[in-house]
């Protein structure tokens, strides 16, 4: 009997797996799973990465209280009515504009017998700013103004003169200066007749002495 195991040609050797020796595998078996693939890394990217937009602030919280609310609404009313007010006030002023009320350029003095000869009358000198002096030549109207700086000037009947109560400037009854700071004689303004017989005083019309208008007929009123 011959045995087989020697007569035998011994073939290539069995392939061996990379990963290990070769493992047999019982008959049926089903085959082992496949190793899992693993993924490249993915190389890092070179750009610069996009700056981030700046988050919008946060809205500030409206906290409007009621006392709050009242207090503005009070100060829009008083502001609203103290506008109203100004208006009202320019209206009326516009309606109604400053005028000044002065006394008539002319008036009647009254009829020359009225006046006495060597007095001088002083009952316009408040209403009308004028002393009317009599003599033996006739009637004169003297503008009541220092010729100075302006003051009124009174009638010193003891001392038979005008006294201006501001400088001490004097003038005589015919109102020409002869003390004091005054620079020239007080001056006279116009006296007619008017048609009834009265006197007519023109306060548009003045007469100066140093001027030589003393002389005009209607500087004095001849009776």
């Known amino acids: 009997m011959i045995d087989d195991t020697t007569n035998r040609t011994p073939g290539p050797p069995a392939p061996t797996r990379a990963d290990g020796p070769a493992s047999a595998s019982p008959p049926g078996a089903a085959p082992p799973p496949a190793s899992p693939t693993v993924a490249a890394p993915r190389p ?19 906290d409007m209280t009621r006392r709050g609310f009242l207090s503005t609404l ?17 209206t009326t002023r516009f309606m109604f504009p400053n ?46 103004v220092c010729t100075h700086l302006g003051c009124t000037p009174n009638w010193l009947e003891a001392e038979n003169k005008f006294k201006c109560p501001c400088h001490g400037s004097g003038f005589y009854r015919s109102g020409i200066n002869y003390e004091g700071p005054a620079p020239r004689p007080l001056e006279r303004y116009r006296i007619v007749l008017a048609e009834d017989g009265q006197i007519l005083v023109d306060k548009t019309k003045i007469f100066a002495q140093e001027k030589g208008e003393w002389s005009s007929p209607e500087s004095f009123l001849t009776v």
């Open 99 to 144: 005028v000044l009320f002065e006394p008539p350029q002319q008036f009647k003095a009254g009829f020359p017998s009225d006046f006495q000869v060597g007095t001088v009358d002083q009952r316009f000198k408040e209403s009308f700013g004028v002393f009317i002096v009599a003599d033996d030549k006739g009637i004169y109207v003297l503008r009541a």
């Open 44 to 62: 890092a990217s070179t750009a610069p990465a996009a700056a981030a937009k700046p988050a919008a602030p946060a809205a500030a919280p409206v």
């Open 74 to 90: 009070g100060v829009a009313w008083t502001a609203f009515a103290a506008a109203c007010a100004a208006g009202a006030v320019a």
